[in-house]
């Protein structure tokens, strides 16, 4: 049984070890390790080439957890990811052949390349923590989290997650252009031997497991629970939006404050925890009316606006 501070150090040596290949971006690395952390799963939306699959890559690593990757392509199937009883002739019986989903940390590349019908695939594992295949549920590993990347830019050939896909993922991460200091430091970490070669696993699954069930006791003041309740409910009478911020919603933003309170070595989460993590919880599943998206309005904006209206409570002293 580790303490509280061993917990602490531990998680910081993810972010560490994590920041060795991901240069400049402590700030998307932090809410990787935030998602993991909640037992929660991050989208991770932004362009080409800033590094969004080496982030879950070396989050994986970092952690010594198993790790699989599923391209996601239009003629992806659904047992492409759950796995499918094959017949062996020399038995004469079926056997069940694991897909990629059965890892601890699961890279879904370019997620909204694949029907809609494969999506769904994704919907019972990341929100039960198993697959049903055949009738037959299957537990997935502890821990489990699903990455999922897809590129906001290029829209031929890709299908739009769904709202209830959507509402799966804790946050959304996005990571952005290094600045010209930080894109000359990635350009000398890769002239040799490229950082992620030599990355070696700061912690093991199970001690992850351990901090996972540490975050949880991370106390919420009631006065912060109704400020996350108030955002919520602000976003869905918001005129913009069409679709506001479910139960979930406030639930991911209850657990992403605990996680972010635990790495800054609070055993309590602040107002400003709630606030500073609000645009990554809600903004990817706020569904904008026809008449702010032709306006060009931005989900992130929006909450990022409430933010700033809605007062900050004040916490209770001496609980």
Same mark, same amino acid.
């Given at each position: 049984?580790?303490?509280?501070?061993?917990?602490?150090?531990?998680?910081?040596?993810?972010?560490?070890? &994590?920041?060795?290949?991901?240069?400049?971006?402590?700030?998307?690395?932090?809410?990787? =390790?935030?998602?993991?952390?909640?037992?929660?799963?991050?989208?991770?939306?932004?362009?080409?080439?800033?590094?969004?699959?080496?982030?879950?890559?070396?989050?994986?690593?970092?952690?010594?957890?198993?790790?699989?990757?599923?391209?996601?392509?239009?003629?992806?199937?659904?047992?492409?990811?759950?796995?499918?009883?094959?017949?062996?002739?020399?038995?004469?019986e079926f056997q069940f052949r694991p897909g990629p989903v059965?890892?601890?940390?699961?890279?879904?590349?370019?997620?909204?390349?694949?029907?809609?019908?494969?999506?769904?695939?994704?919907?019972?594992?990341?929100?039960?923590?198993?697959?049903?295949?055949?009738?037959?549920?299957?537990?997935?590993?502890?821990?489990?989290?699903?990455?999922?990347?897809?590129?906001? &830019?290029?829209?031929?050939?890709?299908?739009?997650?769904?709202?209830?896909?959507?509402?799966?993922?804790?946050?959304?991460?996005?990571?952005?252009?290094?600045?010209?200091?930080?894109?000359?430091?990635?350009?000398?970490?890769?002239?040799?031997?490229?950082?992620?070669?030599?990355?070696?696993?700061?912690?093991?699954?199970?001690?992850?497991?351990?901090?996972?069930?540490?975050?949880?006791?991370?106390?919420?003041?009631?006065? &912060?629970?109704?400020?996350?309740?108030?955002?919520?409910?602000?976003?869905?009478?918001?005129?913009?939006?069409?679709?506001?911020?479910?139960?979930?919603?406030?639930?991911?933003?209850?657990?992403?404050?605990?996680?972010?309170? /635990?790495?800054?070595?609070?055993?309590?989460?602040?107002?400003?925890?709630?606030?500073?993590?609000?645009?990554?919880? /809600?903004?990817?599943?706020?569904?904008?009316?026809?008449?702010?998206?032709?306006?060009?309005?931005?989900?992130?904006?929006? =909450?990022?606006?409430?933010?700033?209206?809605?007062?900050?409570?004040?916490?209770?002293?001496?609980?």
């Open positions: 049984m580790q303490t509280a501070t061993q917990g602490r150090e531990i998680a910081q040596r993810i972010l560490d070890n &994590v920041g060795k290949v991901i240069l400049g971006k402590q700030d998307a690395v932090s809410l990787g =390790v935030i998602a993991l952390l909640c037992q929660g799963h991050a989208l991770i939306e932004d362009v080409p080439g800033v590094g969004k699959t080496m982030l879950a890559k070396c989050l994986a690593r970092s952690t010594g957890c198993s790790f699989s990757r599923i391209q996601f392509t239009p003629d992806l199937l659904p047992s492409d990811i759950t796995g499918a009883s094959i017949y062996n002739q020399k038995t004469g059965h890892s601890q940390i699961v890279l879904a590349d370019e997620i909204n390349r694949a029907t809609p019908k494969t999506q769904s695939a994704l919907l019972e594992a990341m929100e039960e923590r198993q697959v049903t295949v055949e009738g037959v549920t299957r537990r997935l590993p502890s821990p489990f989290m699903v990455m999922a990347t897809q590129n906001p &830019v290029e829209y031929e050939g890709t299908f739009p997650l769904p709202e209830a896909q959507l509402d799966r993922f804790l946050l959304r991460i996005r990571l952005g252009y290094p600045s010209a200091a930080e894109e000359i430091a990635i350009l000398n970490s890769q002239q040799t031997t490229p950082p992620f070669d030599t990355l070696q696993a700061a912690t093991t699954p199970a001690e992850v497991t351990q901090l996972q069930d540490d975050v949880r006791r991370v106390y919420v003041d009631p006065l &912060v629970k109704q400020y996350i309740v108030t955002l919520a409910e602000a976003s869905r009478r918001h005129k913009d939006i069409a679709l506001g911020a479910s139960p979930r919603a406030s639930l991911a933003l209850q657990r992403a404050g605990q996680a972010r309170a /635990f790495l800054q070595g609070r055993d309590y989460v602040l107002p400003d925890d709630v606030k500073e993590l609000a645009g990554p919880v /809600f903004a990817h599943r706020l569904v904008l009316n026809a008449s702010a998206r032709m306006q060009g309005a931005d989900g992130l904006r929006v =909450v990022r606006q409430l933010a700033e209206e809605i007062a900050v409570p004040g916490v209770r002293a001496g609980r």
